[in-house]
């Protein structure tokens, strides 16, 4: 589903990311993990277009549709189904959930989110479609009876459920988590992985930056680690506890 080649990426002549090169098949999670700057939000974020490659290659779609996206723009990239939950994003306090919801549907819309905020008439069509779509999503992460409170008295876990509901009414083939549990008291991270894994039964590519071992064991099927900007290490959450390597960059080279 994704191929990524070679990709760098500096900020002031220092590598944020540098040569990395990974492939996600259809269907897989996999989490990328990695010390404090080791470039996984800049990782992300090339691709999903917020940042473009100094060098290298991107290229996204299910085996046939394959094509090169490292020049698109961010929300050309989420019309092809590329849907990203940035670390701490914000949620629009004076809206309800619900309309939170229906925010991330229109990044798939022809008219995009200013003509559906302006309601002009070519918009209001869209609509109810784009409600039932947002009601959907909301069932889909357990907060439908919560669409008409104000999102921002929800509880931080309800809060990241949210944004994956908002990310999910977009239609995504490939979702990106910037660290969606950081934060969560132990009843909301269960909660956020059971998330996580019911997506994934369903089949949706997915790819998660996470510091929590546990969280990532249960949850991936591959990790991915990247330390001072290179992917150092690739396997399963078995293979990655017992990679010297990886054991090396997160001890800071104490182990022999
Ligand atoms: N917009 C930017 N401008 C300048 N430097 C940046 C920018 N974004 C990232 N960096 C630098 O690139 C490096 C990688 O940062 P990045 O946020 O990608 O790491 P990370 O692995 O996500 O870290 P964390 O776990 O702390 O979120 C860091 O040294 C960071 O300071």
Redo the contacts with the bound molecule.
């Keep these: 589903m994704l191929q990524i080649d070679s990709v760098s990426r500096a900020?002031?002549g220092?590598y944020?990311?540098r040569d990395v090169s990974l492939t996600v098949a259809e269907g897989e999670t996999r989490a990328v993990i990695?010390?404090?700057?080791?470039?996984?939000?800049?990782?992300f974020n090339l691709i999903s277009g917020h940042l473009l490659p100094d060098s290298g290659t991107v290229s996204y779609g299910p085996a046939g549709e394959r094509r090169r996206i490292d020049r698109l723009t961010p929300h050309a990239r989420a019309r092809l189904g590329i849907a990203i939950v940035f670390?701490g994003a914000r949620l629009f306090g004076g809206m309800t959930a619900l309309e939170n919801v229906m925010v991330g549907a229109h990044a798939r819309t022809r008219h995009g989110f200013l003509s559906a905020a302006l309601r002009l008439p070519r918009h209001r069509g869209e609509e109810a479609r784009i409600r039932a779509d947002a009601l959907a999503a909301l069932d889909r992460v357990g907060l439908r009876d919560w669409a008409h409170r104000a999102a921002d008295v929800l509880p931080l876990g309800q809060q990241r459920s949210l944004q994956v509901a908002r990310a999910l009414c977009a239609r995504p083939r490939l979702l990106l988590l910037d660290?969606p549990a950081s934060g969560l008291r132990a009843a909301e991270r269960e909660a956020l992985a059971q998330l996580v894994e019911s997506l994934r039964e369903e089949g949706l590519t997915t790819m998660l930056?996470e510091?929590d071992v546990a969280f990532v064991a249960r949850l991936a099927d591959r990790v991915s680690v990247?330390d001072l900007?290179r992917h150092i290490a690739e396997g399963t959450p078995d293979e990655i506890r017992r990679d010297d390597a990886v054991l090396t960059a997160y001890l800071g080279g104490t182990v022999s």
């Design positions: 900020f002031g220092v944020a990311v990695g010390p404090n700057g080791a470039g996984k939000s800049t990782l670390q660290e930056i510091h990247l900007g």
